[in-house]
């Protein structure tokens, strides 16, 4: 059974840094995507990055490029997405989450059953 499990979120100063990692567990097969989302209140769902669990391959979408940086572990099954520059607008729950369509797909049209159970981010002064 898929087990994605998240942990690094907490309070943080505007402009300060962050480091979330998403532990991966359960998979049968070595090639599949994994990805960083998040989701703050009154919005919807929003894909940030995602990344390639055997070649490497990384996407961005639009809203975190430059600032968001996605990396993996995978003698230790984790993914991580390193948050710099925050702002308040970063507030939100961040999820990981992975399935096998690849890392494009998983990003922009995620239609996945496997999640983590999401770790709280606040940006504030």
């Known amino acids: 059974q898929v087990h994605l499990v998240e942990s690094g979120g907490g309070l943080v100063q505007p402009g300060g840094s962050l480091r979330l990692s998403c532990a991966v567990s359960g998979f049968t097969s070595d090639y599949y995507a994994i990805g960083w989302f998040r989701q703050a209140p009154g919005k919807e769902r929003e894909g940030l990055s995602c990344?390639?669990?055997?070649?490497?391959?990384?996407y961005y979408t639009d809203s975190v490029k430059g600032r968001f940086t996605i990396s993996r572990d995978n003698a230790k099954n984790t993914v991580y997405l390193q948050m710099n520059s925050l702002k308040p607008e970063d507030t939100a729950v961040y999820y990981c989450?992975?399935?096998?369509?690849?890392?494009?797909?998983?990003?922009?049209?995620?239609?996945?059953?496997?999640w983590g159970q999401g770790t709280q981010v606040t940006v504030s002064s």
């Open positions: 989450a992975a399935d096998f369509n690849g890392i494009i797909n998983l990003c922009e049209f995620p239609a996945t059953d496997y």
């Open positions: 990344i390639s669990s055997r070649d490497g391959n990384t």
